[in-house]
């Protein structure tokens, strides 16, 4: 008989002035003019993310969107209409952080910010290694 695999589960960790980043599944369906059709993905984050924020995190969210162009991204693979969904879901400011790779913003513990679409950043899709040390 094999032995269980133990995973860490969120709940068990320690976040209180840690930073989260969470690379979750927001790729939502949208109309013509960019509104959201079906918001079940961004409804199914807001558990992880208000847990982390109750627990004290300074919480670092970001997503892929559409099938933007590595490094080239357009008004319409912006992830502005689902910070704004998520605000309303969390009832606080989630802002949009742009070209984030490299940082230059802030978030506070007990704070969420939402980073522009991931898959901006050249590397991304193939899981580069010198991005993955970046964005940690």
């Given at each position: 008989?094999?032995?269980?695999?133990?995973?860490?589960?969120?709940?068990?960790?320690?976040?209180?002035?840690?930073?989260?980043?969470?690379?979750?599944?927001?790729?939502?369906?949208?109309?013509?003019?960019?509104?959201?059709?079906?918001?079940?993905?961004?409804?199914?984050?807001?558990?992880?993310?208000?847990?982390?924020?109750?627990a004290g995190a300074a919480v670092?969210?970001?997503?892929?969107?559409?099938?933007?162009?590595?490094?080239?991204?357009?008004?319409?693979?912006?992830?502005?209409?689902?910070?704004?969904?998520?605000?309303?879901?969390?009832?606080?400011?989630?802002?949009?952080?742009?070209?984030?790779?490299?940082?230059?913003?802030?978030?506070?513990?007990?704070?969420?910010?939402?980073?522009?679409?991931?898959?901006?950043?050249?590397?991304?899709?193939?899981?580069?290694?010198?991005?993955?040390?970046?964005?940690?």
């Amino acid at each position: 008989m094999s032995a269980a695999m133990q995973f860490k589960r969120l709940a068990d960790l320690d976040l209180a002035g840690k930073r989260v980043f969470i690379r979750a599944d927001m790729n939502v369906p949208q109309d013509d003019r960019g509104a959201i059709t079906d918001d079940t993905r961004i409804r199914a984050s807001v558990p992880a993310i208000e847990h982390c924020l109750k627990a004290g995190a300074a919480v670092m969210v970001t997503s892929h969107l559409g099938r933007p162009t590595e490094g080239d991204l357009q008004p319409a693979d912006s992830l502005a209409p689902v910070a704004a969904r998520l605000a309303e879901l969390l009832g606080r400011k989630v802002p949009l952080i742009g070209k984030w790779v490299d940082g230059g913003f802030t978030v506070a513990p007990g704070e969420v910010v939402l980073l522009e679409n991931c898959r901006g950043n050249k590397g991304e899709k193939k899981n580069d290694e010198a991005l993955a040390r970046k964005m940690a």
